[in-house]
Each structure stands twice: as C-alpha cells, then as structure tokens.
C-alpha cells in the first residue's frame, strides 16, 4: 500500500454546521439541512430546495473582520472561513514557515457578486471594483489573503469534481518535493445563475434528493467550502503532528461523453476508480466504505453504479452512502466537503447513512447503507464527477 501524504488539519462550513465538529454531529444525528431559498431573492424561492447557509453575507463580512466597503464575494468568504478553520487545525501559526501552496476550486467563482452589480456597472463604472471579483482565481487570491499566504497559489475548475483535482494535485505536489505544505480544497456559493442554469437542464428535485433511489427525482443545489491541509512526511516528524488520515490514491479521467452527462457505461468514472487503486497500491476489497457522488439525477446515479458494478461486482460492493442528501450538491466543493465527511468516516469508523432511499434501482444489485453503521474502517474511496465528463476518484486511509 501507497502510504499516501499526511492530513493534518480541516476546516468546513457547509448547510448542516459551520465547524468540523458540528458537520460530524449532524451526520450522526441525521440533521438534514435542505431548505427553501432565504438568501437570495428569486422567483425559484418557493419552487425547489437547496442546502443554504443560513448567514447572510453581512454576517459573513462580520466573521471575517472585512472592511464595509469590500469586494469578497460570499464565495470566496465562504471559502476564507473554511482555510482559516483548516490551518488553526493544524496547528500552524507561521504560514510561510515552509513551502507552502494553496490549491482552490470553484466553479461559480464570484458570480453572485456580478449579478448584484452587473446592471449598475453601465450607470456607475466604478463599480468594475465589484464585477472584478466575478473571476474563480479571484476567490482563490482572496483566500491567500486571508491566510497571509504568498506561496504557490492556483485554482481549478473543472465542475463538480474541481476540489478533488485540488486535492489530487496538492499530493502530488508534495511527494514530488515541489512543496512541503499545501492548502487545498473547494468554495461555491449559491446564485441565481446556478440556480436557473441548473432548473434549465430540469435536473432539480422539487422536494428532497433521493440518491441511488428507482423514483430519483434530480438533485438539490448546496453551497459550501472545506479545506485540508496536507504536509510532508518531513514536517509531520519535526514537529511531531497528529496525523488525521492520509491521501492514499487518487486518480482522474475524462470519457468526453457529453457536456453535461456521464457515460451511460461509467466509463469516465471507471477508469478514475482503477486508476487511484493503481496509485494508493490496494485492493479493491480493502475499501470498506464509498462516499459516492450520488447527486440523485437519473443520469449520475446510473453511470456511478454501472462502474461500481465493473470495479466491484454487482454483490461485492463495499458499503457505501452518499451524503447529499444532507447538504445538496455543492458542486466544486463537493469533493472537499466529503473529503471531510471521508476523513471522519476513518477517525470514527462510522458508514454514514444515504438518507431518503425506499426503492432500490432496477439496473442493477446496488443498495445503499441507509442508515447510520459503525465498523473498522481503514480504507474510503470517495467519487466526484463533473460536467464535461471531468471524473475524479480519491481514496483516504487511516494513518498508521
């Protein structure tokens, strides 16, 4: 087995609690956070339901200590507050003390900050200050900001799997010596552009997401960030840190199936999955638990479940759950929220529950873990797939 590179510290907020802790307690208590729309004035309010945060951007602004009159967008103040809570985990008080890196996703980047200005922009100019947040890279410099971070900073965006490329290429960048110590993860805010591009594609529940379920219905938006902060082996020994888990395998393919399904086969997710066993060295009956990606639409669950069956076997899958259900899809920071929920699963040994499910798909054997289940847990392979065909595979290990 690859021993994978070290995790020592996380950071969240997300629909279901603004800490770590309180995330880890809604899980196991099965607190679900979908709601209506209450930050956002759309004609969609009453129509769908989305895991929101439920912070204004003022109390955001408060949070963060920003001047009034700032340009963050709720994005990349979202994203801030998880990075923060990551390194104060970690227990680093000098950023730049090693190599360090920061590695962001983000796919809505600063857009509900162009939709608030947009128009204003042709009668007020000086509003530019504004829409120029609009870009993903952006968020991420704004996040380094905060940090006091002036290391190697760059941004990813390839859709719902953009925090797990973060992830991937933070390791990467580690066992290759190029950094000692990097901050990766994934922030998306709602906005009234990812709601009504999201509601044209009529992939969107109008009640509560069902993943893996025969009658999935589609999916409910989130917003949310996560961070982790992955060091070396190096750091780990001469200071002595606690290690959370470790970034074993990971592994990524593009099927080009479709701008906006997956491959009907799974070919795309497949190939990811073989791809981070090759990597992390292991089995496929080491893994004892999948955190899928389980988004609930018709398409995804498919395609998911037909490469676990090509990987697993129809009646030799691991457990596995997807915690959708109880913060929407958060799209690129989907992976990072459930890289967490991953590393928890591993310092907890719990299964956590795919809630919603009744009916089991008729395609195949596959039937999730619905409801909480505490076993030895060593090995969590966690999926991320995007629009695009962009698929990613993590697995997290337990430190030994």
């Given at each position: 087995?690859?021993?994978?590179?070290?995790?020592?510290?996380?950071?969240?907020?997300?629909?279901?609690?603004?800490?770590?802790?309180?995330?880890?307690?809604?899980?196991?208590?099965?607190?679900?956070?979908?709601?209506?729309?209450?930050?956002?004035?759309?004609?969609?309010?009453?129509?769908?339901?989305?895991?929101?945060?439920?912070?204004?951007?003022?109390?955001?602004?408060?949070?963060?200590?920003?001047?009034?009159?700032?340009?963050?967008?709720?994005?990349?103040?979202?994203?801030?507050?998880?990075?923060?809570?990551?390194?104060?985990?970690?227990?680093?008080?000098?950023?730049?003390?090693?190599?360090?890196?920061?590695?962001?996703?983000?796919?809505?980047?600063?857009?509900?900050?162009?939709?608030?200005?947009?128009?204003?922009?042709?009668?007020?100019?000086?509003?530019?200050?504004?829409?120029?947040?609009?870009?993903?890279?952006?968020?991420?410099?704004?996040?380094?900001?905060?940090?006091?971070?002036?290391?190697?900073?760059?941004?990813?965006?390839?859709?719902?799997?953009?925090?797990?490329?973060?992830?991937?290429?933070?390791?990467?960048?580690?066992?290759?010596?190029?950094?000692?110590?990097?901050?990766?993860?994934?922030?998306?805010?709602?906005?009234?552009?990812?709601?009504?591009?999201?509601?044209?594609?009529?992939?969107?529940?109008?009640?509560?997401?069902?993943?893996?379920?025969?009658?999935?219905?589609?999916?409910?938006?989130?917003?949310?960030?996560?961070?982790?902060?992955?060091?070396?082996?190096?750091?780990?020994?001469?200071?002595?840190?606690?290690?959370?888990?470790?970034?074993?395998?990971?592994?990524?393919?593009?099927?080009?199936?479709?701008?906006?399904?997956?491959?009907?086969?799974?070919?795309?997710?497949?190939?990811?999955?073989?791809?981070?066993?090759?990597?992390?060295?292991?089995?496929?009956?080491?893994?004892?638990?999948?955190?899928?990606?389980?988004?609930?639409?018709?398409?995804?669950?498919?395609?998911?479940?037909?490469?676990?069956?090509?990987?697993?076997?129809?009646?030799?899958?691991?457990?596995?759950?997807?915690?959708?259900?109880?913060?929407?899809?958060?799209?690129?920071?989907?992976?990072?929220?459930?890289?967490?929920?991953?590393?928890?699963?591993?310092q907890h040994n719990v299964v956590f529950p795919n809630l919603?499910?009744?009916?089991?798909?008729?395609?195949?054997?596959?039937?999730?873990?619905?409801?909480?289940?505490?076993?030895?847990?060593?090995?969590?392979?966690?999926?991320?797939?995007?629009?695009?065909?962009?698929?990613?595979?993590?697995?997290?290990?337990?430190?030994?």
């Amino acid at each position: 087995m690859n021993k994978g590179v070290a995790i020592t510290g996380m950071g969240i907020i997300s629909s279901i609690g603004n800490t770590v802790e309180e995330n880890f307690n809604a899980l196991l208590n099965s607190q679900v956070a979908i709601t209506t729309i209450e930050n956002i004035s759309t004609v969609h309010a009453d129509v769908i339901k989305v895991g929101e945060i439920k912070k204004n951007n003022q109390e955001l602004i408060e949070e963060l200590k920003l001047d009034r009159d700032n340009n963050f967008s709720r994005t990349a103040m979202l994203g801030a507050i998880a990075a923060k809570q990551a390194v104060k985990n970690a227990g680093i008080t000098s950023i730049n003390e090693y190599k360090t890196g920061l590695v962001s996703a983000t796919s809505v980047g600063g857009m509900d900050m162009t939709e608030r200005f947009y128009y204003e922009y042709f009668e007020n100019p000086e509003t530019i200050k504004y829409i120029s947040s609009h870009n993903a890279g952006d968020v991420t410099d704004k996040i380094a900001s905060e940090l006091g971070l002036i290391g190697m900073v760059t941004t990813i965006s390839t859709a719902c799997s953009s925090a797990a490329n973060a992830i991937m290429l933070g390791a990467r960048l580690i066992k290759s010596g190029k950094l000692d110590r990097v901050i990766v993860g994934g922030t998306d805010a709602l906005s009234k552009f990812t709601i009504n591009g999201f509601k044209t594609l009529m992939i969107l529940s109008d009640g509560y997401n069902t993943p893996f379920d025969n009658d999935r219905k589609g999916l409910n938006l989130g917003e949310a960030a996560a961070y982790l902060v992955l060091e070396s082996d190096e750091i780990v020994k001469k200071e002595n840190k606690k290690v959370l888990a470790r970034v074993s395998g990971y592994g990524n393919a593009n099927d080009a199936f479709h701008q906006t399904a997956s491959s009907e086969n799974g070919d795309g997710a497949f190939l990811a999955m073989e791809k981070a066993f090759q990597v992390a060295q292991l089995k496929r009956e080491q893994i004892d638990y999948i955190n899928v990606h389980g988004t609930a639409t018709p398409n995804n669950d498919l395609s998911e479940g037909r490469a676990m069956v090509r990987i697993f076997g129809e009646n030799n899958a691991p457990d596995f759950s997807s915690t959708k259900p109880f913060t929407g899809h958060t799209l690129a920071a989907a992976a990072a929220i459930e890289a967490v929920f991953s590393v928890l699963a591993i310092q907890h040994n719990v299964v956590f529950p795919n809630l919603n499910f009744k009916t089991p798909m008729t395609e195949f054997n596959l039937i999730p873990q619905t409801t909480l289940k505490h076993k030895n847990i060593e090995h969590v392979l966690s999926n991320s797939f995007g629009f695009g065909g962009n698929c990613s595979t993590l697995i997290f290990s337990k430190s030994e």
